[in-house]
């Protein structure tokens, strides 16, 4: 038998109006699952024919938490097999934030980033990155706590699936589905100038963060490949436009490295490239992976002095910390564990048959 997916909002009309029932069934529904996150049988229970309704397009492989601090890896597996990533943050002020992934993999290739070591295996459909948010919501619900900001900062480039994308975006604020606030949504991107400029006038409150990590054209390129199709120039035009069309600042990711990135001529270089610019430096402790032996994070020292100077220059600064550094908090790691272990798994039971 086929089914409607809970997002198709003409199909379940057509469904609803075929079994002639209540016109407020598919409200009461979705309300139940999609703002209140309650079990699945419990929302369903308020449709005729639960049956004919789908829900998910993932299934949740596994569930790791930090022994540390409220993070929350979670690893789906799609139809197909492949394995995804989200993080459920859950910051001590009570805020609770979910990181999002827009792809299998990703065909950028930063130098630092254990998803760019995978590859790019395909774009995820909107339903996909839509069920991570759904059952992020019904797993928090059951602690009795409620998702407040969407970050797609997990697995992949959003930019490089832009249509599905925005078909996401514009299901996670919707009235009748998620209906959250744009404001409490950021997407995260390398910097693809044309796509970034998109997403901002159809979405001009959505908050935008250009993953910079340098101003120097070569160690940019160095750790970000795909940074020689777009060059800083273009880069800091595509800001400048940004803050004519919207009042919110942009946020600035930068990654701290070890002999880098780090030092004080680094920031005051920083510093000079961002004049004049509304935006909000992020400086991110790096989470080591394996595959990228070369670098390695800065220490507490220099983060703090490399901060205090941005903020002595008047830049809105936050210093993060790293959360879920025993789950393997870096994008990509559990995944590429599991898909070796599984590799490994099928070669033994080879192995043993021949």
């Not at 160690?219 to 795909?226: A, E």
Request: glycine share 6%; aromatic share 4%; proline share 4%.
């Amino acid at each position: 038998m086929s089914t409607v997916s809970i997002y198709d909002s003409p199909g379940l009309d057509q469904l609803r109006r075929s079994l002639k029932a209540d016109p407020l069934c598919v409200r009461r529904m979705r309300n139940g699952l999609l703002k209140q996150g309650l079990p699945d049988e419990t929302a369903l229970a308020a449709f005729p024919a639960p049956d004919q309704v789908s829900l998910h397009t993932l299934e949740l492989f596994q569930r790791h938490d930090s022994t540390l601090d409220g993070a929350t890896k979670l690893l789906f597996r799609t139809a197909d097999a492949l394995l995804i990533e989200s993080v459920i943050l859950r910051i001590a002020s009570g805020r609770t934030t979910l990181c999002i992934s827009s792809q299998v993999g990703c065909a950028v290739a930063c130098e630092f980033c254990a998803t760019g070591k995978m590859g790019l295996r395909r774009n995820l459909s909107s339903g996909e990155m839509l069920d991570q948010v759904l059952q992020s919501i019904q797993l928090l619900a059951g602690e009795g706590r409620r998702l407040r900001n969407i970050v797609f900062m997990g697995m992949g480039e959003p930019l490089h699936n832009e249509e599905q994308l925005c078909a996401t975006l514009d299901a996670l604020t919707l009235p009748e589905l998620f209906h959250f606030a744009s404001t409490r949504i950021l997407v995260s991107t390398v910097g693809v100038p044309d796509a970034m400029l998109r997403l901002a006038g159809r979405y001009p409150t959505m908050r935008v963060a250009l993953s910079l990590h340098s101003v120097d054209e070569n160690v940019r390129q160095r750790l970000i490949p795909l940074a020689w199709k777009y060059p800083l120039e273009q880069l800091r035009c595509t800001l400048e436009e940004l803050n004519r069309r919207s009042n919110a600042a942009v946020m600035i990711e930068y990654l701290l490295l070890a002999g880098v990135n780090d030092s004080l001529t680094n920031a005051r270089q920083l510093i000079e490239w961002l004049s004049g610019l509304n935006v909000h430096v992020n400086l991110i402790p790096y989470n080591s992976i394996e595959e990228a032996a070369g670098l390695a994070g800065s220490d507490e020292p220099a983060r703090t002095l490399f901060a205090a100077t941005l903020k002595a220059a008047g830049l809105k600064t936050t210093l993060r910390y790293s959360l879920g550094s025993d789950i393997a908090a870096a994008c990509g790691q559990l995944v590429r564990h599991e898909n070796r272990r599984h590799h490994q798994a099928r070669r033994s039971t080879s192995t043993e048959v021949c």
